[in-house]
């Protein structure tokens, strides 16, 4: 097929255009061109077609959506549309000349946990503006598809992780702090007695997902699928797996949250809010059966590909090396 890629130099379309082009099908890249793809030694990125843009310039210009649909493409994925706006502009302008839109979602399209594992039908709702409006894009996509316009399919991950970037770490943030701390075994605060749930998932596995249901379009139309690891982590079992890649041990003392955004950081107090509050671990059964999704990292091992690659590329301090 010709697809076009719509962010496919981020997380997951570094590891989804390689995956497209091994394939046999003919990829478009549309991409900012502020960096590089994060897997640049793939020897399949010097057939793809590359094509710079502003998608947010040209979506306030009004001119975004007849950019792609003169692509002509077969199917177009969009992985960087975050505003029912911005995805019914797209769908206008491409109904009629390509044959499926498969969207990155999120997992937090759901709200806070109720029933575990959370389904596709969850009706948990969702709060925050970017879960509450990823929710909404996928609501609009799936009624134009049952009304008979552009086959759609959303797909759901949890916390992309891989080589290149931070992971979301075990207290739900980004702060590196976190890290040294459990690396050299000194006490971390958590707020609450840990329990909460974190549901990461490896880039590349997202990915499978991705081509998946590009080459499954019609079992794949109108539907969602949450594209996850497949179990989740607890903040302190996450904690004790981290210390144990360190050879230590993890120490915990749980804290109120007025003690615990007392010590940080008040974007990574909101950040471990956002996370543990949610506490979230999704079910891969619909993309297992309809799909054939198969991941092939756990949690923890999508965590440690990307502390691992910061570690050695001297982006990450660490009071110990790794043991594994």
Known sequence: MRIVVIGGSGHVGSFLVPRLVRAGHQVV?????????????DETWSEVEQIQVDRAAEDAAGTFGQRVAALKAEAVVDMICFTPDSADALVEAIR???????????IWRYGASVKQPMREDDTS????AYGTQKAAIAELLATETRSGGLVTTVLQPGHISG?????????????????YAVSAGQEITVPGIGAELLHHVHADDVAQAFQL??????????ESFNVVAPSALTARGFLAIAASWFGQTARTRSVS????R????????????QHLSRSQYASIEKARTVLGYSPAFEPEAAALDGIRWLIDHDQLEVA???IV
């Open 29 to 41: 890249n549309l991409t900012r061109g502020a960096h590089a793809p994060y897997y640049v030694d």
């Open 163 to 179: 080589p290149g970037w931070p992971p979301i770490g075990p207290l739900g943030n980004l702060d590196p702090a976190v890290w």
């Open 213 to 222: 249901a590009i080459e499954h379009r019609d079992a794949a139309a109108g």
């Open 257 to 260: 949250w007025a003690e615990f």
């Open 125 to 128: 709702p969702p709060f925050g």
């Open 96 to 106: 009629g000349s390509t044959e499926h839109l498969i969207h990155c979602g999120t």
């Open 320 to 322: 110990n090396p790794l």
């Open 262 to 273: 007392s010590g940080t950081t008040a974007e990574y107090a909101d950040s471990t809010w």
